[in-house]
């Protein structure tokens, strides 16, 4: 294996543990919803769940902030470091930092459509308490993947807007995993900065539980489409 193979699974590899780690904080918290009375428990399960996605998203942007530079640096020693630091959410001194306004309302509203609205929207009348169950356990499900998603776009946003402000960045490659759905494993490959913009940007872009990464292309554009 090559270094630059090494260091790219490591990052996947960190990449998909932060969304384990999302998906393990916010299982308990789905308990605060009572699915006989949802428009009474919404609100309290929101402010529960916001934070731990909150967090999500800001340390996958820190993590892929990191391995940006740091793959910059093994292919660049030469350049100048590109002097853009991502807060550390788990920091000591980063406790108040949160995300932006517009990522706080996307949040909530993308968890209460996948979350409550969602099993308000499929409870029928005469559910047994196993019926309920199963369908709490998709809702849970849904919402999980919708996390998922906003944690991991949080990554490939920053990665796709460090490669495109970088001079010495050519495009970046989309690595999708071994057990990604058909479409990622499609969509896996090589992104150009001469690429159209809309090509550019969907390269980034994942769906409800995608754990897609990508990483940035110096120099030498086959190595990474290989695998
Ligand atoms: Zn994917």
Same mark, same amino acid.
């Given at each position: 294996?090559?270094?630059? =193979?090494? *260091? %790219? @699974?490591?990052?996947?590899a ?11 904080e ?10 006989? $009375? ?5 609100? =309290? ?6 934070p731990?996605?909150?967090r ?9 902030g ?8 093994a ?6 470091p590109?002097? #853009? ?9 980063? $406790?108040? %930092?949160?995300? @932006? ?5 996307? #949040?909530?509203?993308? =968890? ?13 009348? @005469?559910?047994?308490?196993? $019926? ?29 807007? *460090? ?7 050519k ?9 990604a ?34 990483v940035?292309i110096f120099? !030498?554009?086959?190595? !990474?489409s290989?695998?």
């Open positions: 294996m090559s270094w630059q =193979q090494a *260091l %790219v @699974d490591n990052y996947h960190d990449q998909r543990a932060i969304a384990r780690r999302v998906v393990s916010l299982a308990p918290l789905w308990n605060l919803l009572d699915p006989h $009375d949802l428009k009474g428990t919404t609100a =309290q399960w929101l402010k529960a769940v916001r731990v996605i909150e999500g998203i800001l340390l996958s942007q820190y993590v892929a990191e391995f940006y530079q740091r793959y910059r640096t292919h660049h020693p030469e350049a100048e590109l002097g #853009i630091d991502f807060p550390d959410p788990l920091g000591v001194f980063t $406790d108040q %930092v949160i995300p @932006d306004r517009d990522t706080r309302l996307r #949040i909530m509203v993308a =968890q209460k459509v996948t979350g409550p609205v969602w099993v308000a929207k499929h409870s029928l009348p @005469d559910m047994t308490p196993d $019926d309920i169950n199963e369908l709490m356990y998709k809702g849970f499900s849904k919402s999980t993947g919708s996390a998922i998603r906003m944690v991991m776009n949080s990554a490939r946003h920053t990665m796709a807007l *460090l490669v495109e402000s970088d001079p010495l960045a495009g970046y490659a989309r690595i999708a995993g071994q057990t759905c058909g479409d990622c494993k499609a969509k896996e490959g090589v992104y150009l900065k001469t690429d159209s913009d809309r090509k550019f940007d969907w390269g980034s872009v994942g769906h409800d539980f995608c754990r897609c990464v990508i940035p120099g !030498e554009i086959s190595t !990474e290989d695998n």
